[in-house]
């Protein structure tokens, strides 16, 4: 009696199917989509197991991620995404380079009447506006971009005082490093706080906190004459070769690209085999237009990806072209009280 009670109990295991996971979305655009705000949500909702994760697209063309000089492939197209049985559960929105898109808009109108979470990264609250899915909400974004849409869009509240604001089934999140937290804080909403502790703890990555000193984070005269020397002195111009590898962490690898990029003295470049396959499924293209020597040779961070990258810059360039760094990337290193 009991062999035949655990066979059954083994049979009907086999014949109920496991409860599907959440699906997330990241939207991206062939013309440009920033490095960390599509690839760190990528990793950790990726490096967690809770939730499918793939990047879409409007068609299969590689991406080109900005800034540094790299391309990803979508791993779905729109089309291909449609024909599934069930829509998305989430579609998170990076900042692109084409901010106005009509048939994005339409797109993203349709997925939020479905019933779909909305959340952006950065300046990806940008594309939500001009949508129109902001009106009537708390919002927030990137520093630089908050007085632009405050003027464009009067019907979006500004919130500068946390690093993700969730309004109904919209998230918006500050600038680029807040990836990570308001990433971390969606994965506890879909699979729990223990899922979520457990994914930070393998990535390196500090607890999701919201709080967040917006006021802090302008151009002054320190930053802008950090840039303007930096960009003035082209002769010192380094290009840094960012190596690709089968199995690369995307997270770091993206860090890497998107900060030495920004330091108006280098350029990043992926480089190594013409494509490869990711730690957990992203297909990454070196840049073929790669120049034949560099100046620098950057390596991946092991844990802390964003921080990493910032101590590698400081080491090379010194502290105010670290801080000029994290400032572009609203990271508390580079807050103005910390200059």
Not at 18 to 41: M, Q, R
Not at 102 to 130: F, H, K, M, T
Not at 209 to 219: I, S, T
Not at 309 to 326: H, K, N, S
Request: proline share 7%; glycine share 8%.
């Amino acid at each position: 009696m009991r062999r035949w009670m655990i066979a059954a109990a083994a049979w009907l295991a086999l014949a109920v199917p496991a409860a599907a996971k959440p699906l997330v979305v990241i939207l991206a655009d062939a013309d440009g989509t920033e490095t960390t705000d599509l690839i760190a949500p990528y990793a950790i909702l990726a490096e967690s197991g809770a939730v499918e994760v793939k990047v879409v697209a409007a068609s299969a063309a590689p991406i080109k991620l900005m800034p540094g000089m790299a391309r990803i492939s979508p791993q779905m197209t729109l089309a291909e995404l449609a024909r599934r049985p069930k829509g998305p559960d989430v579609v998170i929105v990076p900042a692109m380079h084409q901010v106005r898109d009509p048939e994005r808009a339409a797109w993203l109108q349709a997925q939020a009447r479905a019933g779909a979470r909305l959340v952006s990264i950065c300046d990806g609250s940008l594309v939500l506006a001009e949508a129109g899915l902001l009106d009537g909400r708390q919002a927030t974004v990137h520093w630089f971009s908050a007085e632009g849409l405050a003027k464009k869009h009067p019907k979006v509240t500004l919130r500068r005082d946390l690093r993700w604001v969730t309004d109904g089934p919209i998230t918006t999140t500050a600038g680029v490093s807040a990836s990570a937290p308001a990433s971390l804080a969606l994965l506890k909403d879909l699979a729990g706080d223990d899922v979520m502790r457990a994914t930070a703890g393998r990535l390196g990555l500090a607890q999701p906190d919201p709080r967040h000193a917006g006021g802090d984070y302008r151009l002054s005269s320190r930053p802008l004459g950090v840039a303007a020397g930096n960009a003035a002195a082209f002769w010192r111009r380094d290009d840094v070769q960012v190596a690709l590898s089968p199995g690369i962490d995307e997270f770091s690898f993206a860090a890497v690209l998107d900060g030495w990029s920004r330091t108006y003295r280098s350029t990043a470049w992926a480089t190594g085999p013409a494509t490869v396959v990711s730690r957990r499924g992203l297909t990454l293209h070196a840049d073929p237009a790669a120049p034949k020597r560099f100046d620098r040779q950057a390596s991946l961070p092991a844990t802390g990806p964003i921080e990493g990258m910032i101590d590698q810059v400081r080491a090379a360039y010194g502290q105010p072209t670290a801080r000029f760094v994290a400032l572009q990337l609203e990271h508390p290193y580079g807050a103005l009280s910390a200059w």
